[in-house]
């Protein structure tokens, strides 16, 4: 694929410039520069996110996070060079804090499945709503963990050749958390609906961690996902 031109954020602003001191701060990294573009577009409409920087590339994303403020990566799969996993296992390990977004044309599920085994906090689908994709954000922002409607679907509808019976010595209070957990919602969400106090439910995830022998919640989503676990027909789109 030819090169195709970089927007440079030369707009990197010292905090005296920059806008509402809560603003989402986002990167785009994208190869399509239509897409790209109409993405900070949109985005930019919202006065809580702030476009802070654009990359056609996994290098020059690499380069701009040296220099930037970043709250989250929105990052696509298809990049020349290093794929846009890739890069959000680099973004992970060099900028710990930046949350990844992945917002791809693939919804194969291998894809979705490595991204959320590099612990990605959010994968969407191209052909999401912009409405979506905003709220997806602000989720992902606030400590959430997000799969699009259609990402969901995929998962949901894939038959598993894994124990049958997997997730059995789940409690039934257990259960109803893990639900909760594969639909993003964080401890204090949880604790909300189900009305427990935040240290119970920090409870209940550890074992659940524990008992599906995983070490994250992004992977206990996952193996609740895989395992059919949670039922998402009335309830496609993360909270």
Known sequence: MASLPIADP????????RGPAKSIRVLIVDDHALF???????????PDIKVVGQAATAAHALLLMERLDLDLALVDVGLPGSNGLELARQIHQRRP????V??????????IS?????GVEGYL???????ELVEALR?????????????????????????????????PRESGVLDLVARGASNKQIASELGLGIRTVEGYVSNILSKL???SRTEAAMYAFKHHLVNLNDHGEST
């Not at 804090?97 to 990844?100: A, C, E, G, L």
């Open 10 to 17: 030369e707009g990197t602003q010292p905090d005296s410039l």
């Open 36 to 46: 790209r573009e109409g993405t900070a577009q949109l985005l930019e409409r919202e």
């Open 97 to 100: 804090r930046v949350r990844v």
């Open 102 to 111: 992945i917002l791809s044309a693939y919804d194969d599920y291998a894809y």
């Open 114 to 118: 490595q991204a959320m085994e590099i």
């Open 125 to 131: 689908l191209k052909t999401s709503s912009g409405k």
């Open 139 to 171: 989720a992902v922002a606030e400590g959430a963990f997000v799969l699009g409607k259609a990402v969901s679907q995929r998962l949901m509808h894939r038959k598993s050749d894994q124990v049958s019976e997997p997730g059995g010595t789940l409690t």
């Open 213 to 215: 022998n995983v070490a």
